[in-house]
């Protein structure tokens, strides 16, 4: 938040200063200038879920990198390989189900799901060292984070079937 405001105000301060000097002529190319550099510094991405949905999050390119490295390439095709297939079967599982509808995080380590009752659970994956996997989110309670491998079974807790 602060990485917002003060990059708002260094962009309204250098084009306000730079117009005065220049009365106000050619103030683009100095705006372009400024706005370059804002999106330099930005803010992590959050993802914000109102509705019952599932999540299936994945790794940055920087972690699969670093994963890669560690286990080898072939190892590290492997174990995409085994998620893949599992990722699928789950989301079989969880479309048959009808209760939630997929949404798309896309890669981020934020997310913030917003309760019936008005109030909002922020989680962060990178904190709690999650880097692949699913949230279920019901819309009432708090989210689960599961594995595609054990979906079924922390799905039936948590919408409390058989």
Partial sequence: MKTIVFSAFLFLFTGTLYAQHNNGKLIGKQLSQVTAMVQVVQTPKVVQIKKPSFIFFIP????????????????????????????SEAKIFLEKQKTMREQDAGITDNLEFFKSNGTIVRINLKKLNKIWGIVLFDGKNDPVITTSTNVETDYKKYFKTK
Avoid: M
Wanted: glycine share 8%; proline share 0%.
């Fill in 60 to 87: 940055d390119k920087s972690t699969i990198d670093s994963l890669k490295r560690a286990q080898g390439e072939d190892g590290f095709e492997t174990v995409i390989e085994d998620n893949s297939y599992q990722d």
